[in-house]
């Protein structure tokens, strides 16, 4: 990129910063730091491209105050774990609301498919579930407990084994995006296709309603949150697809970090869902009343935390800075 073209994309930005900066008023941490990360990057592009230019003088001297600022300020946090996973990712989330969308309509057909391939083919769950996974169940149907496989291990060992196998598939479906985000659409495709067969076994056995109650308690949770792997997989597609005026490695690598923060905001909910796996799911006889409670609950929390809270936050930053902007 020519240096003038550079410079004219992000001289708006670097006026805010630099206004932002000789404020008196307090700057946020979140926002300090973002401001910080930004100009450094900028910095280090200027340096690789235009080194002894008016343009890098500029920038080291804008990172300069930053970091002073950021230093000067600092009180590192004790809650910067909280604040990470309460305002700094929902906040950088919201640029990333189409490619959940997308994430989600992916999932969302092929688990269509699963189950019409199923329906279609009466081979094609054993295909895809295993023999001896259906064998298994049906003899458990045939024993009045269709459930049992949720009870088979310890709560503990259930608990953790598929917390880590959960956390490997979000990680699958978050590196695959390198293959311009195919890899991720076929993980994405693999789970859908099994849970849209794996329902409508349930649902030939006549036990949908039952299968549904008792396998929805986690995997609401555990199904949304691949969905928000795999939407870390597409970004990581995206910026190799589409780098913009960017070099196409340097798109990349914002791509990776992007998409690494994804991720990682995805850890806390498998957890969850682990647990509820591992301890609640196993209780087979609970009341439907209580099974459509924790249901209701946990597809409220991911609503909220990955596409409602985004929402607001940005437009209440919006707000906020129109409302400067005014001053």
């Not at 789970?191 to 309603?209: D, I, K, P, R, T």
């Not at 209780?283 to 439907?288: A, E, G, S, V, W």
Request: net charge neutral.
């Amino acid at each position: 990129m020519r240096e003038a073209a550079f410079v004219k994309q992000n001289k708006d930005k670097w006026l805010k910063f630099e206004s932002l900066l000789k404020n008196k008023n307090s700057i946020p941490p979140e926002e300090l730091s973002g401001i910080y990360v930004e100009v450094s990057d900028d910095l280090s592009y200027a340096q690789t491209f235009y080194p002894n230019s008016n343009t890098t003088t500029y920038l080291n001297g804008l990172a300069s105050t930053a970091h002073q600022k950021v230093y000067r300020n600092k009180k590192e946090s004790r809650n910067r774990f909280v604040s990470f996973f309460t305002e700094e990712f929902p906040l950088f989330f919201y640029q990333y609301q189409r490619q959940l969308l997308l994430s989600f309509l992916i999932f969302a057909l092929f688990s269509v498919v699963g189950a019409f391939s199923a329906a279609s083919d009466g081979s094609f769950i054993r295909g895809i579930l295993g023999d001896s996974y259906v064998n298994m169940t049906l003899e458990n149907i045939a024993n009045n407990d269709p459930m049992a496989v949720y009870k088979n291990a310890s709560e503990v060992d259930m608990f953790l084994g598929i917390t880590i196998n959960n956390i490997k598939v979000s990680l699958f479906a978050f590196t695959l995006g390198i293959l311009a985000g195919l890899g991720t659409a076929f993980i994405l495709m693999q789970n859908a296709v099994m849970l849209g067969s794996f329902q409508y076994f349930f649902y030939e056995q006549g036990l949908l309603w039952e299968s549904a109650r008792t396998i929805w308690i986690h995997g609401t949770i555990e199904i949304s949150v691949i969905i928000v792997a795999g939407c870390a997989g597409l970004v990581v597609g995206k910026s190799i697809l589409f780098p913009g005026t960017y070099s196409r490695l340097r798109s990349f690598i914002s791509g990776v970090k992007d998409g690494l923060k994804i991720v990682i905001s995805t850890i806390p909910f498998f957890i969850i869902a682990g647990f509820l796996e591992g301890f609640v799911t196993r209780i087979t006889q609970m009341p439907d009343w209580l099974a459509i409670t924790i249901i209701s609950l946990s597809l409220a929390l991911i609503l909220f935390y990955y596409v409602f809270y985004p929402i607001y936050l940005h437009n209440q930053k919006s707000k906020n800075e129109s409302g400067l902007h005014q001053v």
